[in-house]
C-alpha cells in the first residue's frame, strides 16, 4: 500500500478533531494486519471507490464511542450509545473519510465514498480487504481509536 | 403503472407460444400477435400497443424494417428485438433506427420481464430506493439461480427496524458514482455454508471458501444491478466498493438513515436478508 494513500486519512484526523472539540491527536503504532481485525465493540466502515478502491474502518470501543461522541455534541453526557450517539459516529466516519477523499481528489486522485456502516457489538470481526490493512493505533484526548485503511489504487 | 399492452411478432408459431407464456403475468397483457412484417405494421395503429416484441428474420421483411416502419407511424414506438443472431452490428443498426432493447433466443424470461421493466422504468420513474431495491432483488435471484441452482422467493419491503441484528455474517458494499449508499447482505452461518455448498457441489469448505462464495455472489448481484441500472438512465451512473464482512455472534447494524429497505430472499437453503440504502447526490460524498 502506497504511503502517500494513507496520509490523508491522518491529516483528515488531525483536521477534523479540532473541529468538534477535541484538543489532540496522536499517533502511536502503525502496523500491518493479515485478514481480519477484531471489533471492539464499535466500528465504522466507508468503502472508497474510483481513483482508489477499498475501504476504511473506526474501530473503538462502546466507552471510546460514548466519549467521543459526547465531545460531538458538545460535552452533552452520553452514558449509553443511544440513536443520538450513534448518528454523531457514523457521521464521524462519513466526515473523515469525506476529508480524506478530498485531499486524494485535491492530489489527482478522483475518489468517491460510500455511506457509512456502523457495527455494534460485543463479538465480531472485520474483514476490510481481501489481503493486508494498515492500522494505526490514535490517541484523541486520552480516547483510542484504531484507524484501519485497506485501499489500492 | 397501467397494464402494459404487448404485440409480439414473431413467424413462429412455437415462439409466439412460448413469449405468451412468459408474459402471462399481472400488469402484462397481450393484445396482438403478428406473424409476419406487414400484418404488424397493419395491425399497430389499430392495437396501439405499448410494446412490440420483434422478431429479425420473417418471411416478408427484416425485423429491422419492420421496426422502422412501426417507428414511422408512432415515433414513441417500444420495440424489443428478440432474434437468434444478435450481434453488435445489428445492435447498432436496431439502435439508430430507435429500437431500445435486445434480447437473443432462446428468451429466459426474467430477462424478457427485466428487459420490459426497464424499458418502461426510464420514462415513469426516476431512480428510486425501490427502484434500486427491485433491480437488486431481481439480480440477487437470478445470481443465486445461477451460481447456486437455487430457487428463491423475495419479500421487499421499507424496514421500519431501527438495526439489523446480524444472524452472523454480514457483507457490506458500498453504492457511488451519482447516489451515495450502501447494501448489506446478512446471514447465518449455516444458511451461507449451506448456499456454498451448493454453488461448490460439494461440502467440504473451510469457513473463508464459504465467506468468499457469498461475497462474491453478492458482489456479482450489485454489479449486474448497478450495470442495469446504469444502462437504464442516462445521467446515472453508479459504480460499487470492494465488499467488507462482519462476522460476529453478537453485532447488530444500526439503521442511519431515515429510509431502509429490507429484502428478504427465502431458499431451501436458508433465508437471506439485505438491507439497502441510497441517498440523493453521491458526489463526492461531502
Redesign the interface.
Known sequence: MDVNLINPFLEAIRDVMPQLGFNQVERSKLTIGERELSGKGVTIIVGLSEGANGNVAYNMTRDAACRIASTMMMGAPVPELDEMAKSAISELGNMLTANAATQLSNKGLSVNISSPSLIIGSDFRVKISSTKYLNMELTIDSISLELLIAIET | MDTIRVLLVDDSPFMLEMLKAALNIPGIEVCGTANNGQSAIDIYPILKPNLVTMDITMPDMDGLICSENILGIDDQARIIIISSMLDEALQKRGQAIGVKAFIQKPVNPDDLLFAIRSLFADQSESLSLEYYARNLSFALQKNLMLMANLNSSIDMAPTKK?RLD?SGI?I??????SK???A?LDLSPVTAKAIATKIFGHEQLSEDAV?NAITEYFNISCGHCNSNINNSFQDIEL????P???????????K??ELEYEIIITTDSGTMKVNL?L?GD?????
Open positions: 431501527f446480524s454480514a457490506i458494499i458500498g453504492i457511488t458514482g451515495k449508499g450502501k448489506t465467506i459504480r460499487l466498493t470492494p467488507s464482512v462482519a462476522i460476529g455472534d453478537d453485532m447488530n447494524l444500526p442511519l438513515v440504502e441517498s453521491g458526489e463526492n460524498g461531502c
